[in-house]
């Protein structure tokens, strides 16, 4: 089964995770997403998330702070890439993560039934109380309290932990 935003909230409805639904206009940049954080009073961590591949045809998902400058050369060095890393396409976007380009998050994971998508996470996001992912559309935003989040995506992946500082990577 295919999960879409509606699917997506109920599921989270199901398994009793609080959040807070935001609707707005489709944001597709982060420079456009900013709008949120003062038209909204959206409070929390703001995001912004990578849908890569190497040479090799593996795939990664990095979500990091919305601040977060991301040097593809040198992080591909720190996640195990073979060799240099680029966008994926709107096609593998599809096919891996169920979502269309501007609507990725940690719970497009939902649908990686192949578990073939890595997933890495900004350190820097456990350091607030909440956090805000789209719910696999980029009309809507929802915030959750970050440990209920991240408890979350552990049952939806392996969920490696970035340090963009230290360039280390751990696993929780």
Do not use: W
Not at 16 to 45: I, P, R, W
Not at 112 to 124: G, R
């Amino acid at each position: 089964m295919k999960f879409e935003a509606e699917s997506f909230l109920s599921h989270l409805g199901s398994k009793n995770l609080e959040y807070k639904l935001f609707e707005h206009e489709a944001f597709f940049t982060v420079q456009e997403s900013s709008k949120l954080k003062t038209d909204l009073d959206m409070h929390g961590a703001h995001t912004k998330n990578l849908f890569l591949r190497d040479k090799k045809r593996n795939f990664f998902l990095i979500s990091c702070l919305d601040t977060q400058e991301v040097d593809l050369k040198e992080i591909k060095n720190y996640i195990s890439a073979q060799g240099n890393l680029s966008f994926g396409s709107p096609e593998y976007l599809d096919q891996k993560l169920g979502v269309r380009p501007g609507s990725v998050s940690p719970y497009s994971l939902i649908n990686n039934n192949d578990k073939d998508v890595n997933f890495y996470l900004d350190k820097d996001i456990l350091d607030f109380d909440l956090c805000n992912f789209h719910p696999l559309i980029n009309t809507k935003t929802i915030q959750m309290k970050t440990d209920d989040c991240i408890n979350f995506l552990k049952s939806l992946a392996k969920v490696n932990i970035i340090n963009f500082k230290t360039k280390e990577v751990t696993s929780l």
